[in-house]
């Protein structure tokens, strides 16, 4: 039998620095906006010479920014209630198939995660003129499920996979029908990772601004997209403030997802 490894304490030194400066490298770019949103200045600047909240009642207080922000809030909601129902009945039949079929079925529904975004958002932009839905609400709503539809087959595969399946045998053999199996069974023991993918569905349909930027416009323009715009046209610091917001908005639904996992 194979001795273990000894402990090696400059090893775990070296692995412990390496993990942080890792951390650093990632983290840092993104901390430096939180005091950028609080600058005074009319422009960028860092470290700010004077601190004001102005750029916050400049985001709150603005009909624009209020829209786009009302607009992401509901694709975010609505993205969540369509992409992790159609993500959980596809787990499921992947589980219940298995072989080949399956696995074509997991390289569809994972395509749009490893395709290039500004592909996908030009190919969804010819299908969606066609239609007449360029510009609507309903055609960014299916760009959005479209791309958190793979997030949540990943949060989802592992937990239908884990399933005892002989419960739903044992619910079938006294007359349940499916939806009252996935609905009465399937669902409740599966609530933490529904809850995860929700909310990771959620996120990527806030985060997400290429499909926005082709296929929304108008009052359907997402924040996401007005942020560009105001970075492509002049430097407002506003950016800077709504950054930070979006910020503590994710990292309050990631401890979420973390916290409850370990529940």
């Not at 692995?15 to 430096?32: D, H, I, Q, R, Y």
């Not at 996935?182 to 569905?201: K, N, W």
């Amino acid at each position: 039998m194979l001795e273990a490894y000894p402990d090696n304490r400059l090893a775990r030194i070296l692995l412990w620095g390496f993990s942080a400066l890792a951390m650093a490298f990632l983290m840092l770019p993104t901390l430096v906006v939180v005091p950028l949103s609080f600058s005074a200045s009319d422009f960028l600047e860092f470290p700010p010479r004077a601190y004001s909240l102005r750029w916050y009642e400049n985001f709150f207080g603005s009909a624009t920014w209020m829209a786009g922000l009302r607009t992401s809030l509901i694709l975010g909601t609505l993205t969540a209630m369509v992409a992790v129902p159609l993500g959980l009945l596809a787990c499921i039949s992947m589980n219940r198939l298995g072989g080949k079929t399956a696995s074509a079925i997991q390289g569809v529904l994972l395509a749009p995660s490893i395709v290039p975004g500004i592909l996908l958002a030009i190919g969804l932009f010819f299908v969606l003129a066609a239609q007449g839905l360029v510009g609507t609400l309903f055609g960014v709503l299916v760009g959005h499920v479209v791309l958190a539809i793979p997030v949540a087959c990943i949060v989802l595969l592992p937990a239908v996979a884990r399933f005892d399946w002989n419960q739903v045998q044992a619910a079938r053999s006294l007359g349940a029908d499916w939806a009252r199996a996935i609905g009465g069974i399937i669902v409740p023991q599966l609530q933490i990772s529904l809850l995860s993918a929700t909310l990771m569905a959620f996120l990527t349909s806030l985060d997400e601004s290429v499909i926005s930027i082709f296929v929304a416009s108008g009052r359907n323009s997402t924040l996401p997209k007005l942020m560009f715009l105001s970075l492509r046209d002049q430097i407002d610091p506003t950016i800077a403030a709504i950054s930070t917001l979006w910020t503590a908005i994710v990292v309050v639904v990631v401890l979420i997802v973390t916290l409850r996992q370990k529940s």
